[in-house]
């Protein structure tokens, strides 16, 4: 049974320039979270996904946006890139919406460092 | 606004000792889940208390959720090296949105 994937594990890229971070989630999961992790704190919550829309939303700007696709996979993306978008992305998978309580499997994440 | 606070943020203690790590907050929470991860990966899922006052062991580790779903608790007794990591407790208030504690770094040494 396949876990929650995430790729690049890594990324350097430059001040100004756009990046997209890509999560498949667990078997059988159908919504995707995003959080982002600047070193030592815990996660931030960005945005969800269920059924290819975004459902919820974190105090993050417009410059984080996503996708989600119909095998329910899904992608993150940042817009002119700030040194203080450096952290570890992180992608968690669940099963259903707005249930409350259902558990989130986090992937191994994206290490984004931005120079 | 941090919604959950944790204490202690560092823990250094030897093999062998018992220890509590506390998750408190003002909200009403509809289930807390207790995290622990490793430097470089993701958090790994320990356990979800949904009901007030619940009980939960996991070999060692031993979570409480609060009566009134406000705070929770981690208790390890016997701590070997193998529990050093950040522990993060993160609680649900009826959105499947995650809101994560500070964390609580814990370091056992032999």
């Known amino acids: 049974d396949a876990g929650v994937t995430q790729s690049p594990t890594h990324l350097i890229k430059t001040r100004g320039q756009q990046v997209t971070l890509r999560c498949s989630p667990k078997?059988?999961?159908?919504?995707v979270s995003w959080y982002q992790q600047a070193l030592g704190q815990g996660p931030q919550f960005i945005f969800q996904?269920?059924?290819?829309?975004?459902?919820q939303r974190g105090n993050f700007p417009d410059r984080f946006s996503g996708h989600q696709f119909p095998n329910y996979s899904s992608e993150l993306n940042v817009n002119a890139l700030l040194l203080g978008d450096s952290a570890l992305y992180l992608c968690?998978?669940?099963?259903?919406?707005?249930?409350?309580?259902?558990?989130?499997?986090f992937g191994p994440g994206t290490r984004l460092t931005v120079t | 606004t941090q919604l959950l606070e944790q204490s202690p943020q560092f823990l250094s203690i030897q093999e062998g000792e018992n220890l509590t790590v506390y998750c408190n907050s003002s909200?009403?929470?509809?289930?807390l889940q207790w995290y622990r991860q490793e430097p470089g990966e993701g958090p790994v899922l320990l356990v979800t208390?949904?009901?007030?006052?619940e009980v939960k062991k996991l070999k060692r580790l031993t979570f409480q959720f609060g009566d009134a779903r406000k705070d929770s608790s981690l208790h390890i007794t016997a701590a070997q090296p193998g529990d050093t990591g950040l522990y993060l407790c993160?609680?649900?208030?009826?959105?499947?949105?995650?809101?994560f504690g500070t964390g609580t770094r814990l370091q056992v040494f032999p």
């Open positions: 968690a998978s669940s099963l259903g919406y707005m249930t409350g309580g259902d558990e989130q499997y």
């Open positions: 078997s059988g999961h159908d919504t």
């Open positions: 996904y269920y059924e290819e829309e975004e459902r």
């Open positions: 909200s009403v929470f509809s289930s």
């Open positions: 208390v949904v009901t007030g006052g």
């Open positions: 993160a609680g649900d208030i009826w959105t499947d949105k995650l809101i």
